[in-house]
């Protein structure tokens, strides 16, 4: 195995090479940082979480659970964008027990780009909305991932989904369609 080849390294970790496992997290880890500052960018609400903190705690996930079945290393990002996300939604999750419900609205899709101030329940809807949308359109809703939740811009998403630029330009705009009258109309 050529130890500079990632996705060399992440087949032989998912056939349980623990060396892999590390020499992955190893090579990539300034691009998964630089995805963690790009989530924690989108998600305002977050300022406390350090994005080392979410990176960590993201790739504890994938190392807590059976080896990601990743391609190549654009995928392997968009896994970890994933477990990031996952990681936000928790995070809403136990806040908003903590508060147990201040009367918060929906997060509209404008905001969800921008997230100027996301609260947890509107982390929580909006997540619920988009898991929605990806049983409707699931690689619409993964350029909807990656671009609000690991801050992700056009040209980062169409990369890491193999996809052309134009391509994740017309998914996203579908999407946001779709999501605004959604979260417009008591979705979230």
């Known amino acids: 195995m050529n130890h500079d080849d990632i996705t060399g390294m992440l087949k032989a970790w998912s056939a ?31 300022a406390t979480f350090e994005p080392t903190v979410l990176l960590n705690d993201a790739l504890l996930k994938l190392v807590g659970s059976e080896a990601p079945r990743a391609h ?12 990031m996300r996952q990681v936000l939604v928790d995070r809403s999750r136990r ?17 969800a780009h921008d997230l100027p101030a996301a609260t947890p329940e509107s982390v929580l809807g909006f997540d619920r909305v988009l898991d929605e949308f990806a049983d409707l359109d699931p690689q619409a809703a993964e350029v909807v991932h990656l671009r609000v939740f690991a801050g992700l811009t056009i040209d980062e998403t169409a990369q890491a989904l193999g996809l052309h630029p134009s391509s ?18 008591g979705g979230g």
């Not at 090479?17 to 609400?45: I, P, S, W």
């Not at 190549?72 to 477990?83: E, L, M, P, W």
């Open 16 to 46: 349980g090479d623990a060396a892999a496992r590390d020499a992955v997290f190893e090579r990539m880890y300034a691009q998964l940082k630089r995805l963690a500052v790009g989530a924690l960018r989108a998600q305002a609400g977050q």
């Open 95 to 111: 806040r908003l027990a903590d508060k147990r419900g201040a009367g918060q609205r929906p997060l509209s899709l404008d905001e």
């Open 168 to 185: 994740v330009n017309r998914e996203w705009a579908h999407a946001r369609a779709w999501l605004k009258e959604r979260l417009d109309h």
């Open 72 to 83: 190549d290393r654009g995928h392997f990002a968009g896994i970890v964008a994933r477990a």
